[in-house]
């Protein structure tokens, strides 16, 4: 048992447990962050993405020792009911989802993308998104919103 310190969107947090618990753990059982979702748990579904210093990560094959003193954002983080991110935003509006398991996931790999991709193309979205898995298939709506909440933040009308 050791105290790992580190940031979850934005704010200080401070974890006593083994330094090889999974990182998914420590976020849902004890910081009571649920957003990141548990799906296969061997880093094949990208249901527990995360970003941790800006990187997409998937939150069950990373131990908690290798975020002290870095920053992770969840889902938690992305935006509010109030106040949707435009990616939220667009997948409200084109119903990307059905269950909506994956989307937390699918959100924060998006947002990944976007940080360091303003305009992307289909291609490059389609990509990025390959390690996440919606077993609902909504694979088209969940392209088209990714492509609608980049054009709207770069202040394009949607096509
Ligand atoms: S739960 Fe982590 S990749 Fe599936
Ligand atoms: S919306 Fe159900 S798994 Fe993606």
Same mark, same amino acid.
């Given at each position: 048992m050791t105290t790992i310190s580190f940031t979850v969107n934005g704010r200080s947090a401070e974890v006593a447990a083994?330094?090889?618990?999974p990182l998914l753990d420590v976020l849902r059982n004890? /910081?009571? /962050?649920?957003?990141t979702r548990f799906g296969c748990?061997?880093?094949? @579904?990208?249901?527990?993405m995360v970003l941790v210093d800006g990187v997409p990560r998937k939150s069950c094959g990373? #131990?908690? #020792?290798?975020?002290?003193g870095k920053c992770v954002m969840t889902i938690?983080? /992305?935006?509010?009911?109030?106040n949707p991110h435009p990616l939220q935003q667009a997948f409200i509006e084109m119903q990307a989802?059905?269950?909506?398991? @994956?989307l937390s996931g699918i959100l924060i790999s998006a947002k990944a993308l976007l940080d360091r991709n303003?305009?992307?193309?289909r291609a490059d979205i389609v990509a990025t998104l390959d390690g996440n898995i919606c077993r609902c298939g909504t694979h088209h709506r969940i392209l088209r919103a990714v492509a609608c909440a980049a054009m709207r933040m770069r202040g394009q009308e949607r096509a």
């Open positions: 083994r330094g090889d618990t004890h /910081l009571g /962050l649920t957003g748990g061997v880093e094949q @579904c990208g249901a527990c990373t #131990s908690l #020792s290798t975020v002290a938690e983080g /992305l935006g509010t009911p109030s989802g059905q269950c909506g398991y @994956c303003p305009a992307p193309t």
